[in-house]
């Protein structure tokens, strides 16, 4: 079940990172109009943080390039954020922290009565 859930949220990184890839790859071929593998290239340095490769020519491309970069920011938190939650979950799990809560909770009913 565990194992099946951050599989799942792999997967789901994965996707995620094939779209972000894909609207960074028809954005320089677009706005700097680089050939297709010279835009993949530059997208994924960018989304991977490592940033450009190319010089870019025009102002367009230049604007697209730094909105590309925060978009790639946001979305390496939001990534890192699908693959990680079960494995938080799994551990707050472990260690009961809802069920440390409720206890807390519990108690400080009791004492007020």
């Known amino acids: 079940m565990f194992l099946r859930r951050?599989?799942?949220?792999?997967?789901?990184?994965?996707?995620?990172?094939?779209?972000?890839?894909?609207?960074?790859?028809?954005?320089y071929h677009t706005a700097a109009r680089l050939p297709w593998v010279d835009a993949f290239l530059n997208a994924s340095m960018i989304l991977a943080g490592m940033g450009p490769v190319d010089r870019l020519?025009?102002?367009?491309?230049?604007?697209?390039?730094?909105?590309?970069?925060?978009?790639?920011g946001l979305v390496f938190i939001a990534i890192m954020g699908?693959?990680?939650?079960?494995?938080?979950?799994r551990v707050?799990?472990?260690?009961?922290?809802?069920?440390?809560?409720?206890?807390?909770?519990?108690?400080?009913?009791?004492a007020s009565k």
């Open 82 to 89: 699908v693959i990680l939650v079960p494995w938080a979950h």
């Open 6 to 27: 951050a599989m799942t949220n792999v997967l789901l990184a994965a996707a995620g990172i094939l779209v972000a890839d894909g609207i960074g790859t028809v954005g």
């Open 57 to 72: 020519p025009t102002t367009t491309a230049k604007v697209f390039a730094a909105l590309y970069a925060l978009f790639s």
């Open 92 to 110: 707050l799990h472990h260690l009961h922290v809802a069920e440390e809560e409720e206890g807390a909770t519990s108690a400080s009913v009791r």
